[in-house]
């Protein structure tokens, strides 16, 4: 069983920064690929990026390539998303998430294990 647990969220102004962590129980996270994803009020889960289980290769969603950064450390069980010049459309729970299959790293159906979530509201 993995349990993820998300943090670091909270109320920031456009143009700021934050960062989110995600910390994972279990054995398996240092040879997991992790995820983070989003949902926006009224709207549907969204990919926003995604690392190799070594931290070798790294994914964007293209709303947030150049601004955000996801990183991992496997030796806190933890994965990080590192997010700057933040703006009102960012606003959303972000989610992390453990991917189990070779489908795109895009695909919310390829992602098993799922924490609760954390806000993140960006005002104007």
């Known amino acids: 069983q993995v349990q993820l647990v998300e943090s670091g969220g909270g109320l920031v102004q456009a143009g700021g920064s934050l960062r989110l962590s995600c910390a994972a129980s279990g054995r398996t996270f240092s040879t997991s690929n992790m995820g983070w994803f989003r949902r926006a009020p009224g709207k549907e889960r969204e990919f926003v990026a995604a690392?190799?289980?070594?931290?070798?290769?790294?994914y964007y969603a293209d709303s947030v390539k150049g601004r955000f950064t996801i990183s991992r450390d496997n030796a806190k069980n933890t994965v990080y998303l590192q997010m700057n010049s933040l703006k009102p459309e960012d606003t959303a729970i972000y989610y992390c998430?453990?991917?189990?299959?070779?489908?795109?790293?895009?695909?919310?159906?390829?992602?098993?294990?799922w924490g609760q979530g954390t806000q993140v509201t960006v005002s104007s």
């Open positions: 998430a453990r991917k189990i299959g070779g489908r795109a790293w895009y695909d919310i159906s390829d992602y098993n294990y």
């Open positions: 690392i190799w289980y070594s931290g070798e290769n790294t």
